[in-house]
């Protein structure tokens, strides 16, 4: 089997977390300047400003860099359920002078299609990685034509075996530690997922691709732990959230380091698909999981205007203040010193 590391082309097995919404080129550039594998997550971007963040990439470095897509299939629109959606925040629209009757449309997160494909194609990533799944096979097939190697998440054994045989390089173990969205693709049911020294060796007992751990892993203890149970590699988020080069909110920084970070949550309140993060009012109020809040990625378009109008009074009640179960080592330091700080536990 090759090493992982010499395959991705990096110096140290660190992989960064992909993180829509929270970061962009910046992070990507600085994870992979020292060493590491940057991500480049592109669920939200069009095929215009994705070009343009890689154009960017090009242009500043030599090195590897993981570009990120969802696969999720569009949901139906279901006109009742989008109005017991909008009925349920209605009270929260009132509070702040807000009119139901004029939520934005539109979803914000498209799945990996072929004009996607087109814009990435003449970059040829280094590592195409995906969440939720992997695309249809004629897309895999041109991702792997320029040699990119591709990683996908598994929350369960059944979704890293499924990887494996439709493709994937290397399985992402995702324990149930992990903030942001469960990666989960075979299953809607949140109690078949584990946690992450749970999953991981299972994982890579039952595929024989490599294997890169992620979910809680913040410091070189977890590393080396990863590595004992048969990772080949670490891929971590919440640890790089609050360094100067992450795009998050000043009110996303300061939970991050505050003892609400402590209470963290699965809720599918702010996309419609499970997620982890610092519980908030909404979560609170609404019940984290529940079936108020529309298919992904269809919750979203109602939220957003709450959250503009709360975060410009100075509150978080209606951000989704993405984060992992360990928020410990979350500080306001340059991705160079994670990265560091994680290899040390590289054995």
């Given at each position: 089997?090759?090493?992982?590391?010499?395959?991705?082309?990096?110096?140290?097995?660190?992989?960064?977390?992909?993180?829509?919404?929270?970061?962009?080129?910046?992070?990507?550039?600085?994870?992979?300047?020292?060493?590491?594998?940057?991500?480049?997550?592109?669920a939200m971007l069009t095929p215009d400003t994705m070009a343009e963040?890689l154009h960017r990439i090009r242009a500043e470095s030599s090195r590897?860099?993981?570009?990120?897509?969802?696969?999720?299939?569009?949901?139906?629109?279901?006109?009742?359920?989008?109005?017991?959606?909008?009925?349920?925040?209605?009270?929260?629209?009132?509070?702040?002078?807000?009119?139901?009757?004029?939520?934005?449309?539109?979803?914000?997160?498209?799945?990996?299609?072929?004009?996607?494909?087109?814009?990435?194609?003449?970059?040829?990533?280094?590592?195409?990685?995906?969440?939720?799944?992997?695309?249809?096979?004629?897309?895999?097939?041109?991702?792997?034509?320029?040699?990119?190697?591709?990683?996908?998440?598994?929350?369960?054994?059944?979704?890293?075996?499924?990887?494996?045989?439709?493709?994937?390089?290397?399985?992402?173990?995702?324990?149930?530690?992990?903030?942001?969205?469960?990666?989960?693709?075979?299953?809607?049911?949140?109690?078949?997922?584990?946690?992450?020294?749970?999953?991981?060796?299972?994982?890579?007992?039952?595929?024989?691709?490599p294997v890169i751990a992620a979910g809680g892993i913040a410091d070189?203890?977890?590393?080396?732990?990863?590595?004992?149970?048969?990772?080949?590699?670490?891929?971590?988020?919440?640890?790089?959230?609050?360094?100067?080069?992450?795009?998050?909110?000043?009110?996303?920084?300061?939970?991050?380091?505050?003892?609400?970070?402590?209470?963290?949550?699965?809720?599918?309140?702010?996309?419609?698909?499970?997620?982890?993060?610092?519980?908030?009012?909404?979560?609170?109020?609404?019940?984290?999981?529940?079936?108020?809040?529309?298919?992904?990625?269809?919750?979203?378009?109602?939220?957003?205007?709450?959250?503009?109008?709360?975060?410009?009074?100075?509150?978080?009640?209606?951000?989704?203040?993405?984060?992992?179960?360990?928020?410990?080592?979350?500080?306001?330091?340059?991705?160079?010193?994670?990265?560091?700080?994680?290899?040390?536990?590289?054995?």
């Amino acid at each position: 089997m090759v090493n992982l590391t010499r395959q991705l082309g990096i110096e140290v097995p660190i992989l960064q977390a992909p993180m829509a919404g929270a970061q962009g080129a910046d992070l990507a550039l600085a994870v992979s300047a020292a060493g590491g594998l940057g991500a480049l997550p592109c669920a939200m971007l069009t095929p215009d400003t994705m070009a343009e963040a890689l154009h960017r990439i090009r242009a500043e470095s030599s090195r590897p860099v993981n570009v990120n897509f969802f696969c999720h299939e569009p949901p139906v629109h279901d006109a009742r359920r989008l109005e017991r959606w909008h009925r349920a925040l209605t009270p929260y629209y009132a509070e702040f002078g807000l009119d139901i009757d004029n939520v934005p449309t539109g979803t914000g997160r498209r799945p990996f299609d072929h004009e996607t494909c087109d814009a990435l194609e003449p970059f040829r990533p280094e590592v195409v990685s995906f969440h939720f799944g992997l695309p249809e096979p004629a897309l895999l097939e041109r991702v792997k034509a320029w040699g990119a190697t591709v990683l996908s998440s598994a929350t369960t054994v059944e979704e890293a075996r499924w990887l494996e045989a439709h493709g994937a390089d290397a399985v992402i173990a995702q324990g149930l530690e992990a903030g942001g969205h469960r990666g989960m693709f075979l299953t809607d049911d949140v109690t078949t997922q584990l946690g992450t020294f749970a999953l991981l060796p299972q994982v890579v007992a039952a595929v024989s691709v490599p294997v890169i751990a992620a979910g809680g892993i913040a410091d070189a203890r977890g590393v080396a732990a990863a590595f004992k149970l048969g990772a080949e590699a670490v891929q971590a988020g919440t640890a790089f959230l609050c360094c100067p080069d992450a795009a998050i909110s000043a009110l996303h920084r300061q939970a991050l380091q505050s003892e609400a970070a402590r209470h963290t949550a699965l809720t599918n309140l702010y996309t419609g698909r499970p997620a982890r993060g610092i519980v908030t009012r909404l979560m609170r109020e609404l019940g984290p999981l529940g079936d108020v809040a529309p298919p992904f990625p269809l919750a979203t378009a109602a939220i957003a205007p709450l959250r503009s109008a709360a975060e410009a009074a100075g509150s978080s009640d209606f951000s989704p203040l993405w984060a992992g179960q360990n928020a410990s080592t979350c500080r306001e330091v340059a991705a160079a010193e994670v990265v560091r700080s994680l290899a040390a536990g590289v054995s």
